[in-house]
Every structure is written in structure tokens, then in C-alpha cells.
Nanobody, 118 residues
């Protein structure tokens, strides 16, 4: 059984930073990519960043240059460093991994709330 657990969310002022972490428990191939998604109230879930098994990183245009995704050497933890946050970054952030089933990653965390507000 694969389980993902996000941490690091919270309340931050505009211009501030947060670092999210996603810990993966259970047996899963390390070459699977890992994604960070976010979903704001009333909006669809948005892919924010991806890191592949080969360490290739891609970002949504809205976070390019501000967010950095990284993977610990043991590949069991993926981090999302978020800098220069704006109120538009407020959302629940989810990590996901595994193969794709009907266009959606197989394994998901429960999410962590990020609120950017003064």
C-alpha cells in the first residue's frame, strides 16, 4: 500500500515563502514522476510542478521562477519550495505519484492548506 503525506502548509504573508514536503511510504518504483497540484475553492485542480524519475522538472507558467520542486536522494520525499507567494497561490496543495489511471495519478496525498494573506 502506497501512502503520501504532505506537510508544511500554513498561513504566510504576500511575498513570503513556504516549503512543502511530501513523504511517500510503501513500495513504489522510484522512477515514477511526482507531481504537485493545487486546488483553490471553486477552481479545478491545477498541475503546479512535476519531477520525473530522471529528475526533469517542469512548472506551470503561473509559478515558474518562484517555485522549485526537488526530490531527496532516497526518492521517498519530494519538496516544493515556494517563494514570493501571492494571494493567488492560496489553495490546497496535493502531491501525487504512480502510474496514470484514466489520466490521473494513481496515488494522492490528503492535501495541505496554503493561505497567502496579509
Amino acid at each position: 500500500q502506497v501512502q503520501l503525506e504532505e506537510s508544511g502548509g500554513g498561513l504566510v504573508q504576500p511575498g513570503g515563502s513556504l516549503r512543502l514536503s511530501c513523504e511517500v511510504a510503501g513500495s513504489i518504483f522510484s522512477w515514477y514522476g511526482m507531481d504537485w497540484y493545487r486546488q483553490a475553492p471553486g477552481d479545478e485542480r491545477e498541475l503546479v510542478a512535476t519531477i520525473t524519475g530522471g529528475n526533469i522538472k517542469t512548472y506551470a507558467d503561473s509559478v515558474e521562477g518562484r517555485f522549485t520542486i526537488s526530490r531527496d536522494s532516497d526518492k521517498s520525499t519530494v519538496n516544493l519550495q515556494m517563494n514570493n507567494l501571492t494571494p493567488e497561490d492560496t489553495a490546497v496543495y496535493y502531491c501525487a505519484t504512480g502510474d496514470f489511471v484514466l489520466g490521473r495519478r494513481r496515488y494522492w496525498g490528503q492535501g495541505t492548506q496554503v493561505t497567502v494573506s496579509s
